[in-house]
């Protein structure tokens, strides 16, 4: 006898989103989410610290390559279980139904606590930083109520604290920020599609306008002659296979040699971390048009975009700047991409070929990037949320909707609380640092479950089976894995203090089934 088929159970969760395909997203805006999840203000900042690792050219490129590989894979695969079950949840559900119920609260507690309410804590105090470009009164710097500077406290391999706790204008902007998205997300999908399309459709332009303005104006022969050099000698150097490449083990550890194939693996720290997010639209798949076909569209067209704009956007930075630079340096082509100033490598290139008018420019555009990425991942998180305690593993209020806008109310506003939470404590950017290896896993886990899937429910419904299944899945297996082994062995920083993240919340799971499970056996004896 065959066993019924689980996935009928997530059809029978009642949807997020109005029964009318009026409050739903269309393909455009289901992309336009993906694009906008993804585009934050990573692109501008990262290729310093990834000039810095790689210290080539021909390198500096591969590792965004590494990334596009790793992430249209993930895309591509995502597709598959996204068709299979379209309901809101997302990763939450695929890990729930191909592994187990333990491994899908694990993502989603690492979910609320770092990866989604500790990027949008990041990404809204980038905006009230960049705010005070044009407003100079709001400041990291400007405190209304400083309570306490937490020293640096070294434990094993990494350093807690170091950081300052209190209220300044700069993060006060950025709870604000937070806020106002949480609340125009309660008033429905479509007001908050609304403004996901129209600044995603604005920061796609901005990031095409550097790209173009990099390669067609801003062009300069010292930065060519220092990346490319005769007969590209200079693109190619320190890009060999006997090449060797310092990389310091953890803080303050000894500095060893590594070759290529082990630098482009330590620096996708930063290029992966740029290109994250790209999952969000599985979280609201209760609320997209069709989404057995529009979610797989969306993940390749969105995702296809930003990938190829990002590897254009720093493949710009060495038409405007030489890679190597002077940290010292009193121009910005002296401190080149390596040492631009704070990191901040698109303003270097704009200030490069605007000279003075250069950081508005990329001021504006970091404005309009970081306040769209904020509102998708506002969107999409309270979904998974308002999906774990349709489980009994999460709040019960959470998994309750507005009774006019159909929206998660209770998960958007815990979701904008724990986020304010971490932009007055000043953490966000350590936990962020932390779970980058514990995101790596999960999705690991979820390729696995594809497989596990394929295996455990061959005739299961798949509108869209993923592209190149088993071969690119698997490659995604052995490049992720080796990028994790990796890290764990040169960057423990940014290992182990996620894996202790993830791992704190199995107590809070055997307290949640259980109380869930207590809850059930009691319901009988209510009804009666």
């Given at each position: ?321 030489p890679m190597h630079g002077d940290p010292n340096g009193t121009t910005v082509l002296a401190r080149g991409i390596q040492y631009a100033a704070e990191d901040r490598v698109g303003t270097a290139a704009l200030e490069q070929i605007f000279h003075s008018a250069g950081a508005y420019l990329m001021a504006a555009a970091i404005l309009v990037s970081t306040f769209g990425c904020a509102n998708g991942l506002s969107l999409a998180g309270a979904r998974v949320y308002y999906a774990m305690s349709r489980d009994g593993l999460f709040f019960k209020s959470v998994g309750k909707l507005h009774p006019k806008f159909r929206t998660p109310v ?119």
């Amino acid at each position: 006898m065959s066993t019924p088929n689980r996935i009928s159970t997530i059809d029978s969760a009642p949807p997020i989103s109005a029964p009318g395909l009026e409050q739903r997203l269309g393909l455009f805006s289901s992309t336009a989410l993906v694009a906008g999840s993804m585009i934050g203000s990573g692109i501008f900042i990262v290729d310093a610290d990834i000039a810095r690792g790689t210290d080539s050219p021909a390198l500096f490129l591969a590792a965004w390559v590494v990334t596009g590989v790793l992430t249209m894979i993930g895309a591509l695969s995502y597709g598959e279980l996204a068709a299979m079950m379209p309901k809101a949840g997302g990763q939450y559900v695929y890990l729930r139904e191909s592994l187990g119920p333990l491994w899908g609260f694990l993502y989603g507690w690492t979910l609320f606590l770092v990866i989604q309410t500790g990027t949008i804590a990041a990404v809204c105090v980038a905006f009230g930083k960049f705010l005070g470009v044009f407003f100079p009164a709001i400041s990291t710097s400007h405190w209304l109520w400083h309570i306490a500077h937490v020293p640096p406290i070294p434990l094993g391999p990494m350093v807690l604290g170091n950081m300052d706790i209190g209220i300044n204008t700069a993060n006060l902007a950025g709870v604000a920020v937070v806020f106002f998205l949480a609340i125009v997300n309660i008033f429905g999908v479509k007001l908050g599609a609304l403004i996901q399309n129209v600044f995603t459709t604005a920061k796609a332009l901005s990031l095409a306008a550097l790209v173009l303005i990099g390669f067609l104006a801003g062009r300069n022969a010292v930065a060519l002659d220092a990346n490319f050099g005769p007969g590209w000698s200079q693109f190619w150097k320190n890009a060999g296979w006997s090449s060797l490449h310092p990389v310091q083990v953890g803080i303050g550890g000894p500095t060893v040699l590594v070759n290529l194939l082990v630098i482009l693996a330590v620096v996708q720290v930063g290029s992966l971390f740029s290109a994250d997010s790209w999952n969000n639209i599985t979280f609201t798949a209760g609320e997209v048009k069709n989404p057995k076909r529009n979610i797989p569209l969306s993940l390749v067209l969105g995702t296809g975009f930003v990938l190829i704009v990002y590897f254009l956007a720093s493949a710009a930075y060495l038409m405007v700047l030489p890679m190597h630079g002077d940290p010292n340096g009193t121009t910005v082509l002296a401190r080149g991409i390596q040492y631009a100033a704070e990191d901040r490598v698109g303003t270097a290139a704009l200030e490069q070929i605007f000279h003075s008018a250069g950081a508005y420019l990329m001021a504006a555009a970091i404005l309009v990037s970081t306040f769209g990425c904020a509102n998708g991942l506002s969107l999409a998180g309270a979904r998974v949320y308002y999906a774990m305690s349709r489980d009994g593993l999460f709040f019960k209020s959470v998994g309750k909707l507005h009774p006019k806008f159909r929206t998660p109310v209770a998960g958007l506003i815990v979701q904008a609380c724990w986020a304010a939470v971490l932009c007055f404590s000043g953490s966000y950017g350590q936990l962020l640092d932390y779970i980058i290896f514990a995101v790596l896993v999960f999705y690991i886990l979820t390729i696995i479950g594809l497989f596990v899937l394929r295996v455990k429910r061959p005739h299961a419904p798949r509108p869209y089976k993923a592209l190149g299944y088993p071969v690119l899945p698997a490659l995604y297996l052995v490049m992720a894995a080796w990028i994790c082994v990796v890290l764990l062995r040169y960057k423990p920083q940014y290992t182990w203090p996620g894996l202790v993240l993830v791992l704190l919340g199995i107590p809070v799971y055997l307290f949640w089934s259980r109380r869930a499970a207590s809850q059930a056996e009691d319901a009988p004896t209510h009804a009666s």
